[in-house]
């Protein structure tokens, strides 16, 4: 994942920060900097995560933390904690075309085609490192490829607008289950299939919440749904032949689901551009 080294970014406090001092701050990111060198990201993201615990809101130094927390969950696969770090970032610097091109990246790994296409067009507009411009080019051009197939998938009027749309839908729908939020990510999951009944996810998500409302019927309907878009959707698969137990038992003690972008062996794409 690419990131920057920009010294103009850098801002100077000769405050204190919190109750830490500035010479602490630096060092915890100094120490940050040297354990994303050495490939150590996990330790890195827990002193990126201290830091933002003690630095003010709205200042450059909280974006540049932000932004290498977003590199350092990407680089552990944790593409959904990325896109949140880099998402906060472009709220504090929104024209900063490295920030775009990352976020990019983060939402090609987290199902987001659409909002991946629109990252990467912003960071060709912003970029002004002609060394970057063939590689963001590259990207825009692999990351519009996918957003046509999936508005294609859903068919010959569906826009981008509205792809992106479906996405966010199907994203807080799992925000929801991992806030153990059942009702509102039965919404979301239904939201997403109204707007194209095309993919088995949403309604293989929709079959668990459903099961851990102790609704069954519907629950194995929306299972046999997802299947006959995909066969081989082993997850639902899976769900669907452990129901009778499920109902027998008043519900799962665990649902099962998975996260596909883990499984992926992706870091040869993500790379650091020291400046």
């Known amino acids: ?14 405050k204190s920060v919190l109750t ?8 915890w990111a100094i120490a940050a900097s040297n354990l994303m060198r050495q490939g150590d990201y996990a330790g890195a993201v827990e002193i990126y995560e201290r830091l933002l615990n003690v630095l003010p809101r709205r200042t450059t130094q909280r974006a ?3 932004a290498d927390l977003g590199s350092a969950h990407a680089m552990l696969q944790n593409f959904p904690e990325s896109y949140e770090a880099l998402t906060e970032a472009l709220s504090i610097e929104p024209n900063g075309a490295d920030l775009w091109y990352n976020r990019g990246l983060a939402c090609r790994f987290t199902g987001r085609a659409g909002q991946s296409m629109r990252d990467f067009e ?11 411009s063939r590689r963001f080019k590259e990207e825009l051009k ?7 197939k999936s508005m294609k998938l859903r068919g010959p009027n569906f826009t981008l607008d509205q792809l992106i749309e479906q996405e966010n839908h199907f994203q807080r729908g799992l925000k929801c289950m991992e806030n153990s939020q059942w009702e509102e990510a039965e919404e979301a999951f239904r939201r997403s299939i109204e707007m194209g009944d095309c993919l088995p996810q949403p309604w293989g998500n929709l079959g668990g919440c459903l099961i851990l409302q102790g609704r069954y019927d519907e629950a194995e309907a929306a299972l046999k749904r997802a299947l006959e878009i995909d066969p081989k959707y082993t997850i639902a698969k899976k769900n669907l032949a452990d129901l009778p137990e499920m109902r027998r ?3 799962p003690q665990l649902f099962g689901n998975r996260d596909p972008y883990k499984e992926m062996n992706i870091k040869k794409s993500i790379t650091f551009i020291e400046e």
Request: net charge positive; no cysteine.
């Open 20 to 27: 830490y001092s500035q010479r602490q701050v630096d060092a």
């Open 122 to 132: 912003r960071a060709v507009e912003l970029n002004k490192d002609d060394k970057l």
């Open 142 to 148: 692999f990351s519009r490829k996918l957003a046509e």
């Open 249 to 251: 038992k008043g519900g």
């Open 64 to 66: 540049d933390v932000l």
């Open 1 to 14: 994942m690419s990131r920057k080294t920009k010294q103009s970014r850098k801002s100077k406090h000769s």
